[in-house]
């Protein structure tokens, strides 16, 4: 951007505070703008429940039966919500977490009741990975050793991919963080004649404190006390971020992700800068709980904060975000 020019000789100064004026005025000047059309609302659907369950770490969210799960997607798009992203909280788990490809696993049984309900009125989106469906809670398949077989495990999310796709998903999210996954994904999806069914990498995807939430939702608990460290990224590394989503695209990913959000909206405006696709973001559990844990307690108007950050995501770039408060959102700033 070009620097102002100056100003001639006794010109009065610039006067920020004239467009600031009246909420019209406010409302022209705008540089950035959060749209209903940018929310991707994710759910949870359990096998072997036949209500919702209320989920504690994460107020106002709920583990969904299928069938709510079709009721809640038809209260979005009323909403005026386009998208959601499914995970399946299986109600048993091995060692390779087989549920995930299923063709009867969880996921995929709520996926082809969406797609027949609602057909493309829905862009709807699958997580895949395995640590929901893994006894020892890892996203991939462990060697004797403990640690994730990289290349065993991207051979089965393939599987993953192609059970997701029969059952009707527009949309991969592979949220493994492997190397080489899109590529395996694309590789599957393109051999099994789902050429149009399209990858979401979660490409920069940091090994965060702030999935604690989320983890007691769909019922993971990593054996050991261990982490992800080994292939979640450091939060220290800015750089390495940008070589991720990178090598994700040149992989064939079509659209990328940065996650956690405002912990990394510096991420978040380099792939902005440096990739054509489209750019999600995903404000995660913890982000989602804290504002609501601060808001019961009277701290600070929830509403207000949930707004001013998913509106700080946009502007730092992203085209589109996941976020819990996607219903609430959707229905302050309208449809
Ligand atoms: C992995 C996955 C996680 C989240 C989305 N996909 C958890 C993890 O990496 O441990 C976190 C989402 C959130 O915290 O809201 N399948």
Known sequence: MAPAPPRSPGFPERRMRRLRRTPAIRRLVAESRLSVDDLVAPLFVREGIDAPVPIPSLPGQFQHTVASTVAEVKRLLGLGIPGVLLFGVPERKDPRGSGAWDPDGIVQRALSELRDAFGGAVALMADL???????????????D??????????????????????????????????????AAIRRALDGG???????????AKFASALYGPFR??????IAGGGDRRAYQQDPANRREALTEVLLDVAEGADMVMVKPAVTYLDVIADVRRCVDVPVAAYHVSGEYSMIRAAAANGWIDGAAVALEQLSAITRAGADFVFTYFADEVAEAIGG
């Open 145 to 182: 050793d403990g640690t994730v077989d990289n290349d065993a495990t991207i051979e089965l999310y393939g599987r993953v991919a192609l059970a997701q796709a029969a059952a009707g998903a527009d949309i991969v999210a592979p949220s493994g963080m492997m190397d080489g996954q899109v």
């Open 129 to 143: 990975c395995l640590d929901e469906y893994t006894d020892h809670g890892h996203c991939g398949v462990l060697r």
């Open 216 to 221: 007691d939702a769909v019922d993971v608990h």
């Open 193 to 203: 004649g789902y050429e149009e069914v399209s990858v979401l990498a979660y490409a």
